[in-house]
């Protein structure tokens, strides 16, 4: 006869949960740009996303930019008071529901997914050098496995700089 005390009970419950981690594959929810470069086809300069620090498979993803004066848009955007284009901020945004896109399961994603429309767009706050953007991007729906479209959101400091609906189609 075996009595279950609490020290033993504690015991089998960490033996039980590392069983259980082994048995279960780790979701990787961070990606360096190295990692970005390998899902999408995007290279300097117009590669604009510096890192994954969120991401839900099949659902979700926040990505970082960090915006910098060297970049090549600010020598005439505008000269004296830089600015970052309102079409790179959503490109970039684009480029975070790339790396959701590029890894949902049993899709052929060896194509390349391209704007298919850009709705519901509004820019709320200057992007500027210097600053941190904070884009989040939530799948909403794919269809016929070839069209999808995302909810995205770039922020700075907490305060919200564009937002909109992003179209996507894959193409071979």
């Known amino acids: 006869m075996t009595i279950l005390t609490e020290a033993n009970s504690s015991n089998a419950i ?29 290279r300097y300069p117009f590669l604009l996303v510096d890192k994954i620090i969120d991401y839900v498979p099949g659902k979700s993803a ?15 955007h505008f000269p004296g008071r830089p600015l970052m284009p309102g079409v790179l901020i959503v490109e ?16 052929d994603t060896a194509g390349l997914f391209v704007f298919a429309g850009i709705d519901k767009v509004r820019f709320r706050r200057q992007v500027v050098p210097g600053d ?29 700089a564009a937002e909109g609906e992003l179209m996507f189609s894959l193409v071979n």
């Open 92 to 107: 970039a945004m684009a480029q975070v529901g790339g790396v959701v896109l590029k890894q949902l399961p049993d899709y």
């Open 14 to 42: 960490a033996t039980a949960s590392i069983v259980e981690a082994e048995s279960t594959p780790e979701v990787k929810t961070t990606f360096t740009s190295e990692e970005i470069q390998n899902l999408l086809p995007h």
């Open 132 to 160: 941190q953007l904070i884009m989040t991007v939530e799948l909403l729906w794919v269809k016929q496995r070839r069209f999808g479209k995302m909810q995205g959101r770039a922020e700075v400091d907490g305060q919200l």
């Open 62 to 76: 926040v990505g970082v930019k960090n915006v910098t004066i060297n970049e090549p848009h600010f020598q005439g």
